[in-house]
């Protein structure tokens, strides 16, 4: 090693030729042992995140459940015969307010058998229209002294769906009146009005559903000054809820 202002002692021709402003760094055992426990730290860290994928449940598998993998398959879509139900179209924590008129919803059921939304089997006003299934759903004034039974009906076209709408336009009390959840062993729905009481009705097919609302009171042996006007006010905001959704699709 040679310093600036000093003489090679070496013999000539034995001189180093390496400039004297080149340093060639020595690693020391300190620096060595450093960078070897970094790595392992690294390798550590990697090893503790791959392993927080695991499933807890799995037993110690080295599966991540959690985490899709690197080219799988995405889940399938829903149906819409599997997406048609209640709590996705009228979720029990939604009321409604529309029209001066505020109601919560009260039950819901649903069915891919049409037959389970008549009153009364043995007049299907539904028979021979395509029908693939319904849902029912009871909405209650917040006074509770209106209550208004909906039923959307699903079919495979427009068509069908219009062709319901004149069977059921003459009697929407042949469905059931959701009202409240059925007993056990007991009826699927609230005793009919039977045409001794005022009731409000609107039948109307919206794409290839079809809404059929129906308001009455829940003491019909009270005193309702309001008269029909209630009812009616109760028929419009359900129905015109109930359309909406059906009304893109």
Same mark, same amino acid.
């Given at each position: ?150 039923? #959307?009906? %699903?079919? !495979? $076209? /427009?068509? &069908? =769906?219009?062709? *319901?709408?004149? +069977? ?45 609302? #129906?308001? %009455?009171? !829940? $003491? /019909?042996? &009270? =005193?309702?000054? *309001?008269?029909? +006007? ?20």
């Amino acid at each position: 090693m040679t310093t600036q202002g000093e003489r090679d002692p070496r013999p000539a021709g034995q001189q180093s030729h390496v400039p004297t402003r080149i340093h060639r760094a020595r690693r020391s055992p300190r620096r060595v042992l450093l960078g070897c426990t970094l790595a392992v730290a690294a390798a550590g860290v990697g090893w503790i995140v791959a392993g927080s994928q695991v499933d807890a449940g799995s037993g110690g598998s080295s599966t991540a459940t959690n985490v899709p993998a690197i080219g799988a398959t995405p889940a399938e879509p829903l149906t819409e015969a599997q997406s048609f139900t209640a709590d996705r179209y009228f979720p029990p924590q939604r009321g409604i307010d529309l029209f001066d008129y505020k109601a919560k919803r009260t039950t819901a059921r649903q069915s891919a058998t049409c037959a389970d939304a008549l009153f009364d089997r043995t007049h299907d006003v539904l028979r021979d229209t395509g029908c693939q299934g319904y849902v029912g759903v009871g909405f209650s004034r917040l006074d509770q002294q209106v209550v208004t039974s909906l039923v #959307v009906l %699903r079919f !495979a $076209d /427009p068509a &069908a =769906a219009a062709k *319901a709408a004149q +069977a059921v336009g003459g009697n929407p009390e042949a469905l059931v009146f959701v009202l409240a959840p059925p007993l056990p062993g007991g009826p699927s729905a609230a005793p009919h009005p039977g045409g001794k009481e005022p009731t409000s009705s609107r039948v109307q097919a919206v794409g290839h559903y079809l809404t059929v609302t #129906v308001s %009455r009171y !829940a $003491d /019909p042996g &009270a =005193a309702n000054p *309001a008269g029909e +006007a209630a009812l009616d006010a109760a028929t419009r905001a359900v129905s015109f809820t109930a359309e909406a959704p059906f009304a893109w699709l």
